[in-house]
């Protein structure tokens, strides 16, 4: 089982001296999470609780939203946290080792999109294959390049695949904007619960990043980056010239 996983694992060590450690499993074909959730779980995971609007799935037939179900041990081991408090912070994936003093409040926020993306909501599914290359703490130029990368990777696919690809882009900010009611509407799911700031402003780090995704991509700041990609705007003439 352990060939067919991969872990990340998350250490922190609070200025109490408190260490928290959380280990995140995902099947390598799938990126899928299969990290043991434990029950019984409370009933803010419950689907029809706070369910998003544009959640494609029947509370008849999937009893817990599996975001929220996914959340769980995030949202306990944080319920009595604040956000500015700081931690050492050590990030292990299978090919690197992060490190960073950061505030519990993108520790969470980092957690909190990792298993939310990959707890099989239909809606999050979207940004799943970013888990592959799963960057801790990006900014939100370095978001905005990944999710715009990915995209256009999944339209390769989609052609690929005999489907329509959206090379245009014209569909992301639609995803951009299904990503906030996801995220609004996860903040009404734990707002009831008595805990401290840190998982609540983790949700809001998250939506933020989902808004600013979608506003570059409306203003149009690709212009800010075009001149990154000047080795694949020169003429191709010559080298064909040289050819003939």
Not at 40 to 53: N, S, V
Not at 77 to 84: A, I, L, R, T
Not at 90 to 116: C, D, F, I, W
Not at 136 to 143: I, V
Request: proline share 5%; net charge negative.
């Amino acid at each position: 089982m352990a060939e067919d996983c991969i872990a990340i694992e998350y250490e922190l060590t609070l200025s109490s001296g408190e260490r928290k450690r959380h280990v995140v499993r995902l099947d390598r074909l799938t990126m899928g999470l299969v990290s043991k959730i434990a029950e019984p779980l409370p009933e803010w995971t419950k689907l029809g609780f706070q369910q998003c609007p544009n959640c494609p799935l029947d509370p008849s037939k999937h009893a817990r939203c599996p975001a929220a179900a996914a959340m769980v041990e995030i949202v306990e081991s944080f319920k009595n946290s604040v956000s500015y408090e700081k931690a050492d912070v050590v990030v292990r994936t299978p090919n690197r080792t992060y490190n960073k003093t950061a505030s519990l409040q993108e520790v969470a926020t980092s957690l909190m999109g990792l298993h939310m993306v990959t707890s099989g909501c239909p809606i999050l599914d979207k940004l799943r294959p970013l888990v592959f290359t799963h960057l801790p703490f990006a900014t939100a130029d370095e978001t905005f390049f990944r999710v715009v990368s990915m995209y256009l990777l999944a339209q390769f696919f989609r052609w690929k695949h005999g489907l329509a690809p959206d090379w245009e882009l014209e569909n992301l900010l639609a995803t951009c904007k299904d990503l906030n009611a996801v995220n609004a509407a996860f903040g009404k799911r734990i707002a009831g619960i008595n805990t401290a700031d840190a998982s609540l402003n983790a949700l809001v780090s998250l939506d933020c990043l989902a808004g600013l995704t979608g506003m570059s991509i409306s203003d149009d700041f690709f212009d800010d980056i075009e001149s990154f990609f000047a080795g694949y705007l020169k003429n191709d003439q010559a080298k064909n010239d040289k050819a003939a």
